[in-house]
């Protein structure tokens, strides 16, 4: 018989521990076997906490193939399918087959230096910003086409599933995520005689390639935020990013509704 592997990550709080625990007991009793060290056979990574606890694997583990499940307990939740309260509905579901996958796409952002090139990914987005609170001058290329020379505090490409996170929080546009595109928001533009920056966000098509050139100068004060991880690299000399050939894989009730979490969460 196939063994049927399921891991459980969790937050540290007392009711993500207890209801990991939970989880875990009725799994086993349906035969799963449940894996506490992260296992590469897994059929599912059920993450228990918030958005946060989902984005910590989805990075330590490096995006895996394996679909996530995502329980909210009493974060924002903004990946979450079920509350701790609906385990056992989710278990007789799960097992009769009753869901399906979502593919989201992250970006992809290779940052070179004067010496090499370093990939990073994210499945919010990549910022772009100065280091030392101090103005950054970037040029943006799109498919090798100039669009602007940019003034500011720096600027954040999100993916579609990204635009309900900090790009959200600094004006950017919220993005069915059955369009899969890249939004470039401005943190903080500068646009005046002496700068001229787009001050709203740009929305591209899912193939485009962005290229982000630092003026000299700020080479070395650049930092990468990727999912809210800082990457710090000497002499930056170019950031591209496009959306990933790889998906990260979301396990879906048959209800699942995009704009009704919109509206439970934000409004
Ligand atoms: P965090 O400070 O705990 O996260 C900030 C908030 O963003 C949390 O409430 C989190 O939900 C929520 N969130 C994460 N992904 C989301 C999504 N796709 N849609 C809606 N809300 C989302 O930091 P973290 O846990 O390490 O998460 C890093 C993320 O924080 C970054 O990817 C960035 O998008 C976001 N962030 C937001 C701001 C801002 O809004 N001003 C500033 C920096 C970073 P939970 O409460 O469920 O964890």
């Known amino acids: 018989m196939k063994r049927r592997i399921i891991n459980i990550v969790h937050s540290k709080s007392k009711f993500s521990i207890d209801t990991a625990a939970y989880f875990k007991k009725q799994l086993l009793a349906q035969g799963f076997e449940v894996s506490d060290a992260f296992n590469h056979e897994a059929e599912l990574i059920i993450s228990i906490g918030g958005d946060g606890s989902f984005l910590r694997a989805l990075h330590r583990y490096d995006f895996p193939d394996t679909p996530f499940l995502c ?9 979450a399918e079920i509350d701790p309260d609906e385990i056992d509905t989710f278990l007789e ?4 087959g009753d869901f399906y996958i979502e593919e ?12 090499n090139c370093i990939d990073t990914r994210g ?10 609170s101090r103005t950054i001058h970037l040029s943006i290329c799109v498919n090798n086409h100039l669009i602007q020379r940019f003034s500011g505090d720096g600027i954040l490409v999100a993916t579609s599933t990204g635009s309900t996170a900090y790009n959200y929080s600094v004006g950017g546009s919220l993005v069915d995520p059955k ?17 001229r920056s787009f001050t709203s966000s740009v929305i591209f ?12 100068r700020f080479e070395n004060s650049i930092v990468i935020v990727s999912d809210g991880r800082e990457y710090r690299f000497a002499g930056i000399t170019e950031v591209t990013l496009q959306l990933s050939q790889q998906t990260v894989k979301m396990l879906r009730l048959k209800d699942f509704d995009f704009w009704s979490k919109v509206i439970t969460k934000f409004l």
Do not use: M, W
């Open 93 to 96: 579901k799960y097992v009769s």
């Open 71 to 79: 329980i909210n307990t009493g974060h924002l939740g903004f990946f």
């Open 179 to 195: 369009l899969n595109i890249l939004q470039v928001t401005p943190l903080a533009p500068i646009n005046t005689n002496a700068y």
């Open 123 to 132: 499945i919010n987005e990549i910022v772009i910003k100065g280091d030392k």
């Open 205 to 216: 098509p899912t193939e485009t390639v962005i290229k982000v050139n630092p003026e000299y």
């Open 104 to 115: 989201i796409s992250p970006i992809d952002a290779t940052v070179c230096t004067r010496d």
